[in-house]
């Protein structure tokens, strides 16, 4: 309806760095991407709105150089919750403003949890 909407949240982000490792010079990537079920709700007659969502979070873990190359990726839960507004370009296309907060959770890997804040801009068509 025109308060609430669900659907589908895909969020990635990557860190690429670069560093020595026995003598050869390596590049990391670390990535995370999540895949959640969010809820937005607009609770004025303008375009701001909150947003909470809940899903599966991966951790992606690459080491390469001119050779070789490695990936361990991990799986867990993850949740965010956020705000920004909404402003109309023509008819059901929109500008996003956003500011996030994302929490994850791993069983395994590297690191027992991750998480971000983010503020960035969207193009929606609802």
Same mark, same amino acid.
């Given at each position: 309806n025109e308060k609430l909407t669900l659907g589908f949240d895909y969020i990635s982000f990557s860190h690429f760095a670069r560093y020595e490792r026995e003598g050869s010079e390596m590049t990391g990537v670390l990535s995370i991407d999540d895949f959640f079920a969010a809820l937005m709700f607009f609770p004025g007659d303008g375009g701001a709105f909150i947003k909470l969502g809940m899903g599966l979070a991966y951790l992606g873990d690459w080491d390469y150089d001119f050779l070789e190359s490695t990936a361990d990726f991990y799986a867990g839960v993850g949740a965010t919750a956020g705000g920004g507004i909404f402003f109309?370009?023509?008819?059901?296309?929109?500008?996003?403003?956003?500011?996030?907060?994302? &929490?994850?959770?791993?069983?395994?890997?590297?690191?027992?949890?991750?998480?971000?804040?983010?503020? &960035?801009?969207?193009?929606?068509w609802f």
């Open positions: 109309t370009l023509s008819g059901n296309m929109k500008l996003g403003l956003h500011a996030e907060y994302s &929490y994850h959770r791993y069983s395994s890997g590297p690191f027992s949890h991750t998480d971000m804040a983010a503020l &960035y801009v969207s193009l929606y």
